[in-house]
């Protein structure tokens, strides 16, 4: 196939985009920083208690896309959102949305685990805290204890709780970024790249999670590694240069790509 | 009550923190500008009355009996002639109803004491006036000239000389001029005869041996550390010394300068060369800084391309990097000086404090230099001096700024060229 | 030939000598090139250096140890009744007799002994002068012969000069490393005489400080007390001052313009600021003492307070002003150094601005302002010309910020400046004084920047 080709294909999404039960949709999204477009009108919607996988090469858009979901990007004064994205109808770039409110809602965890330089403790219980979400101590140490346990992290930290963070092992230290999320009870989690700093033991563990969490969140994560994507999610996004070529089942999208660059980034001939 | 609802309710106390918090960081830098503010604007203000300088009109009698010269006099001798008697004679004549000698001394009081030579060097100037009757302009006593420009509000002239200066004015005998005097002059012990010229004077000698000293030094320590020096526990010691010294007491430089060039060395005291001496041990630390970061934004490309032709490191150093680090050594450099220029604690310990009426002609002539004119001037009783003190530190200002001026103009000039 | 006309002289040798260097390499080049090392301009410089350094080193040799020399010399002069005096004693005779040489003050009521020793101190001075020029001069001339000599095709000249400027280099590089030495030093020497005559635990802990040596033995109060606590005190409270005024307002400033200013007003308010750190100390001092000390004292007044006219309040409060730049730079570095990914995560779970602020980047960036602060402290401490113009002379011991209180950097000005003679007790306390404000500052700066230098490790 000529390259001709492929420009002429990638104006449209490909795929089924859309779902019955959104929980957050996405219409024609452009996102720019100062001149430089950096995603192109950009349709789809993330459904409840799924994990949606967000693959594609790097530098293609998945990670500015999934910060403009929490508005994460207000934080750079030269990036500029353009289109309609909603969270259960509301839309979030709506004047009225708070953005501190929104981002206590759709959590976010990081490429590089960025636990704060505090005890164990102290970074769960910063966001319960913050919020007013514990009457006191002993509700707050409850929502510690759960959210460790949920991220699957209590049994090995559950004798140092209050030793400082930065000295747990990588993995240790990304699962208590999770456990701090969950501890304010998001209704959705955007996962960037979770595992790509981690080693492979820790990132099987960190999947295990994932596909645990999704009984109780929508999860929308962006991953490099394919394999990750078919292991965690249900369903696949795939970007190429800011556009989103292709959507659809995780199975479908492995196993029979429709669009010629899915299958190209799929084979491994590029990406 | 879901967590949402919950998070929404403390939201709105949250909100008016972050509000609060956010004016009170304002609020500091603005305290940080308003220190500023009134602080120039309160030299300006005190600093204005330096600037004006109140004279009398007085008609003089270049009376040769009263000058107490003989009929033929050689032209030395109109050094010491009696001009004084010519002022009492002129204000005898313009008061005749004091006859008490303390109120004569007391009218005396409203001239200043460089009266006698104004006149002496009108007369030697024009020789023609003797024996004639001119009216002159002459200096005040700082005292009513303080007196006129304080709108009267000023408590060390005594009833009976306000009275005469009362008449004066309704007279119009005195006028205001710009007091040129003052960028004229060295110290005196009178305020409306004291001058910046021997300050500043004083200033550019020790800052001359401050720059002579530390930039050749300054330059080749940086260039020895980032060039040629191994990396071994000798360096690092070097490199921990020069940090500390950056932050070491100014006034400890100065017993140093005390305790090791004077008592030691018997370099003379209160000369520019001893202060430079200090001021350049003092200034350093931040040249070998400044270089070092210089030297070491030079691309190395540059070295490797002059070794590969063959040039030897020394080389390398001199032809080529030194002089691309040339602007941020002299950016370095200038604010080094900069800092010199304000300095006064270390000059304090070496002598430069002492009352120096002359201005020095050279480096090892006794000096004081701006900075200490105005601790000397700030300490002085009189209520003169508060404006002279005020109009030097200005001065003093506008100098810093000019040099800073200047750094920032070469670090702007040459900041494209890397 | 007087010290400067003799280094011009010098400088012109030695520019002489580099251009004969270089024609004579020139002229060997003329009839081989290959006969040579260098480039002929190494071989000038390497006679201009044998022409002039020599020579600079005798001439800086004799200047250091000419007065000290003739001195002696002068002592071994002396009657010696006058001899045998004490070295106080003694130092002021040989004063007297330089002043009267320097000023040409003998007349004839001049004592016979004083005229010949004054005779015989200018006689020297005058040999030694004749002397100095001489030699120097004969040894520019033998080195730049010496150093022609050697222009010939096998000498290294390159490699010569090149080993010349490095040793120069090295030289110094090493000043800093003899600063040091020579603050330690002369410090250690003269205080050592100091507690020579008072014992140390009664400078340490004595609390009365009064340093007026009697002149005469009968005299009431001035047996000479020198406890040094009020002094540590009286720094302690006014440098404790400054602090409280400049670390809120320097770090929230810093706050401020890293964290929500826009970088226009960033780029703007930063430099205003860092002009109060220009602003040279004893400008601030005389805005201490005639604006904002008669201010306080005034307000003090309306709401009936007693306010001492030299209050520590009014010192501290200027000096805080001073130091407000220097927190606020140093803290903005460090916050500036903390990554966004802290903040972020912060930001995530939807928590407001202010505080990731106050409760993850100023913890974050702790020890980095924390370094800072001690560095300010240090500053503070060590601060003379705000104090000397607006703090006090009389050692209260009293944390009271409305009473006036002395510093040891005061202290050290007023002991040394005025017409002291050198060697008594109130000198020297200066340098016992200033010992201990070199190494409590020297502690202070290590600590500083040990934490910060750690601080930024851990996130770089």
């Known amino acids: 196939m000529t390259t001709t080709n492929i420009e002429q294909k990638v104006n449209e999404t490909w795929g089924k985009p859309f779902v019955d039960n959104a929980k957050i949709s996405i219409r024609n999204m452009d996102v720019f920083y100062a001149d430089k477009q950096a995603v192109f009108d950009v349709n789809l919607d993330i459904a409840k208690h799924e994990v949606i996988a967000l693959i594609g090469p790097s530098g293609c858009g998945k990670s500015t896309f999934l910060r403009c979901l929490n508005r994460m990007n207000d934080t750079i004064p030269i990036c500029r959102v353009a289109g309609d994205i909603s969270l259960d109808g509301e839309n979030i770039y709506d004047t009225n949305m708070d953005p501190v409110l929104l981002r206590a809602r759709v959590g976010m965890v990081f490429q590089k685990p960025n636990p704060f330089p505090k005890s164990v403790y102290e970074n769960v219980a910063y966001g319960p805290r913050l919020h007013g979400l514990a009457l006191n101590r002993a509700e707050l140490d409850d929502i510690v204890v759960t959210s460790l346990k949920k991220a699957g992290l209590y049994n090995e930290v559950k004798d140092r709780l209050h030793s400082i963070a930065t000295g747990l092992s990588g993995g240790q230290q990304q699962r208590l970024c999770i456990a701090r999320t969950i501890a304010i009870s998001p209704e959705v989690i955007l996962m960037d790249e979770p595992a790509s700093a981690l080693d492979p033991i820790a990132t099987a563990i960190i999947e295990e999670l994932i596909d645990e969490l999704r009984k109780n969140y929508t999860i929308a994560i962006v991953t490099h590694s394919m394999q990750q994507a078919a292991r965690v999610s249900q369903r696949t996004a795939y970007f190429h240069l800011g556009r989103i070529i292709e959507v659809g089942e995780t199975s479908q999208i492995f196993t029979n790509p429709q669009h010629e660059l899915t299958e190209n980034y799929i084979t491994g001939r590029f990406g | 009550m879901n967590n949402t609802e919950k998070i929404k309710k403390s939201l709105n106390k949250r909100y008016r923190k972050e509000k609060r918090f956010r004016l009170l960081s304002l609020l500091a830098v603005l305290t940080g500008f308003a220190c500023l503010f009134i602080l120039l604007v309160d030299m300006i203000i005190k ?20 000058l107490e010269l003989a009929a033929h006099f050689e032209p030395e001798e109109l050094q010491n002639a009696n001009f004084r008697g010519l002022i009492k004679q002129s204000l005898q004549q313009r008061f005749p109803t004091v006859r008490k000698r303390s109120d004569k001394r007391a009218l005396m009081r409203l001239i200043s004491v460089d009266a006698e030579y104004q006149l002496r060097d009108k007369l030697q100037a024009e020789p023609q006036l003797l024996g004639e009757t001119v009216p002159i302009w002459l200096l005040v006593d700082d005292d009513v000239d303080t007196y006129l420009k304080s709108d009267k509000q000023f408590g060390r002239v005594s009833q009976k000389q306000i009275a005469w200066i009362t008449e004066l004015e309704q007279q119009e005998r005195f006028q205001k001029r710009f007091n040129y005097w003052f960028f004229q002059t060295g110290d005196s012990r009178e305020p409306e005869l004291a001058g910046i010229l021997g300050a500043v004077m004083g200033s550019f000698y020790t800052l001359l041996v401050t720059l002579l000293l530390s930039f050749p030094i300054g330059v080749m320590a940086a260039v020895y550390l980032e060039e040629f020096a191994p990396r071994n526990r000798w360096i690092d010691l070097i490199e921990v010394n020069i940090n500390n010294l950056a932050a070491v007491p100014s006034i400890v430089f100065g017993l140093l300068g005390l305790a090791v060039f004077i008592n030691f060395f018997g370099v003379p005291r209160s000369a520019p060369l001893v202060g430079g001496m200090v001021l350049a041990l003092m200034t350093l630390p931040t040249i070998i800084i400044a270089s070092r970061s210089a030297i070491k934004a030079v691309s190395p490309s540059m070295r490797e391309a002059a070794l590969g032709l063959g040039a030897s490191k020394v080389q390398v150093a001199f032809h080529h990097v030194v002089p691309l680090a040339m602007p941020g050594i002299l950016t370095g450099t200038i604010i080094g000086l900069a800092q010199a220029l304000g300095e006064t604690a270390p000059l304090l310990m070496i002598g430069m404090v002492a009352f120096i009426v002359d201005i020095p002609q050279g480096v090892t002539d006794a000096a004081t230099v701006l900075p200490v004119q105005i601790y000397l001037w700030a300490d002085s009783p009189e209520r003169a001096f508060v404006a002279k003190t005020a109009a030097a530190i200005l001065v003093l200002l506008l100098f810093l700024v000019a040099m800073n001026g200047l750094a920032v103009w070469l670090r702007k000039k040459f900041e494209r060229m890397f | 030939m007087n010290v400067s006309t003799l280094l011009v002289t010098l400088v012109a040798l030695a520019l002489f000598s580099y251009v004969f260097g270089k024609q004579r390499a020139l002229s060997i080049a003329k009839h081989n090139r290959r006969r040579l090392h260098s480039i002929p301009s190494y ?87 004749s002397l100095r020029t001489i030699l120097v001069l004969v040894l520019a001339f033998a080195g730049a012969a010496w150093g022609l000599s050697r222009v010939i095709g096998k000498t290294p000249a390159r490699i010569w000069v090149e080993k010349v400027v490095l040793f120069f280099l090295i030289l110094s590089s090493t000043v800093a490393i003899l600063t040091t030495i020579g603050i330690i030093l002369s410090l250690l020497f003269e205080s050592h005489r100091f507690f020579g005559e008072i014992p140390p635990q009664d400078f340490l802990f004595g609390t009365k400080w009064s340093p007026q040596t009697a002149l005469r033995s009968d005299q009431v109060g001035s047996s000479g007390s020198f406890g040094a606590i009020p002094l540590f005190l009286g720094t302690l409270l006014i440098s404790s001052i400054a602090m409280l005024v400049a670390v809120p307002i320097g770090l929230m400033s810093a706050i401020y313009l890293s964290e929500y200013a826009s970088p226009v007003f960033r780029s703007i308010a930063k430099p205003v600021l860092e002009i109060l750190a220009g602003v040279p100390t004893v400008v601030y001092g005389f805005f201490a003492a005639l604006t904002v000390a008669p201010f306080i004292r005034h307000w003090g007044e309306t709401i009936g307070l007693d306010v001492a006219s030299e209050s520590a309040l009014a010192t501290g409060l200027v000096m805080g002003i001073m130091i407000i730049p220097f927190i606020s730079s140093l ?8 990554p966004q990914a802290l903040r972020d995560g912060s930001y995530s779970l939807g928590v407001t601005q202010s505080e990731t602020i106050r409760l993850v980047v100023i913890p974050a960036a702790l020890p980095g302002i924390i370094g800072g602060i001690l560095l300010a402290f240090s500053r503070a401490i060590g601060e003379t010309m705000i104090v000397v113009m607006a703090a006090g002379l009389s050692a209260n011991l009293t944390i009271n910020p409305l009473e006036t209180v002395t510093t040891v950097t005061v202290q050290i000005v007023t002991l040394l400046t005025g017409d002291q003679e050198f060697d008594s007790a109130k000198t020297l306390a200066a340098f016992a004084l200033a010992i201990m404000l070199f190494i409590s500052t020297l502690i202070l700066n290590i600590i500083a920047l040990y934490i910060v230098r750690q601080y930024r490790e851990e996130y770089e």
């Not at chain 2, 600093?47 to 009263?66: G, N, R, S």
């Not at chain 3, 000023?103 to 004592?111: A, K, P």
């Not at chain 3, 803290?331 to 903390?338: A, C, W």
Request: charged residues 15%.
């Open chain 2, 47 to 66: 600093a204005l009355p330096a600037f004006i300088q109140t004279e009398v009109k007085l008609d003089i009698h270049f009376d040769q009996e009263k």
């Open chain 3, 331 to 338: 803290s903005d570095d460090v916050i500036s150094v903390v």
């Open chain 3, 43 to 129: 071989y000038g410089y390497m006679t201009a250096l044998w022409c002039g350094l020599p020579a600079l080193l005798l001439l800086f040799l004799w200047l250091c140890f000419e007065t000290v020399v003739i001195e002696q010399l002068l002592i071994a002069s002396l009657p010696s009744d006058i001899q045998s005096l004490s070295s106080g004693q003694l130092s002021l005779v040989l004063n007297d007799l330089k002043l009267l040489a320097t000023q040409d003050l003998m007349d004839s009521h001049t004592e016979p002994m004083k005229r010949e020793a004054v005779q015989y101190l200018l006689s020297m001075q005058a040999t030694s002068h």
